[in-house]
């Protein structure tokens, strides 16, 4: 199974129509669109919303070794708009806790420091991918899967000289789907590992007195 959780109706959008999801009316509480291998939740923007809803997405199906992606936008103080990054360290910079996704699958773009805010960063620290979910995704989803099944995925959207204010709906969704195909490869070259992973593992035998 392959899980993305995203914060915003927008960056959802290109992912549900790529894969062909479709909402799962008896949910409450979060928006969930799934197909037969594929599940996306629409968090809501924050840590406690993205905490929650990650959580809720796991609790479909709570196997170990799935595949769990977190798709966005964020903002960085150098970067171009449209620039993909994945996250080498996740930081909360509340809290200070820091965090290393392995990386044993090629992963487009370029690797970052990724920093969780409480509030939008409208001043941008040098060399540091800025938004406010990925700490507590992380931390979350790490108790439903290893590691190197859980990653992070940020395409960058505002920088020093275009300001998050002029997003629109369309424009996120626009810097999501120039990077559909990568997030895909991505997904599939996980869920190929995740298989692998559940082949080695030694199936456990009950004892019998």
């Known amino acids: 199974m392959i899980n993305f959780v995203v914060a915003l109706a927008s960056e959802a959008r290109p992912l549900i129509e790529y894969y062909k ?9 979060f928006r969930i669109f799934a197909a037969e291998n ?43 708009a449209g620039t993909a990054t994945f996250a080498l360290k996740i930081t909360d910079q509340a809290t200070g806790r820091s965090w290393y996704p392995p990386q044993t699958v090629d992963m487009p773009g370029m690797g970052a420091h990724v920093t969780t805010y409480d509030t939008p960063i409208v001043s941008y620290p040098v060399d540091i991918v800025c938004e406010m979910e990925a700490s507590a ?14 990653q992070c995925y940020k395409i960058i959207s505002d920088n020093i000289s275009t300001s998050v204010s002029d997003l629109t709906a369309g424009n996120v969704a626009s810097l999501v789907s120039d990077h559909v195909n990568d997030i895909d490869d991505i997904a599939q070259s996980l869920q190929g590992l995740s298989a692998a992973s559940e082949v080695r593992r030694p199936t456990s035998v009950r004892s019998v007195r």
Not at 57 to 74: E, K, M, R, S, Y
Not at 142 to 148: A, D, L, W
């Open 21 to 29: 999801l479709s909402l799962l009316h008896h949910t409450h509480g």
């Open 38 to 80: 594929v599940r996306l939740v629409i968090t809501g923007v924050g840590k406690v919303p993205a905490a929650a809803g990650t959580a809720y997405l796991a609790g479909f199906d709570p196997h170990l070794d799935q595949v769990w992606l977190n798709i966005g936008i964020a903002g960085h103080r150098s970067l171009d």
């Open 137 to 150: 995704y992380y931390s979350v989803a790490t108790r439903f899967s290893s590691g190197e099944f859980v």
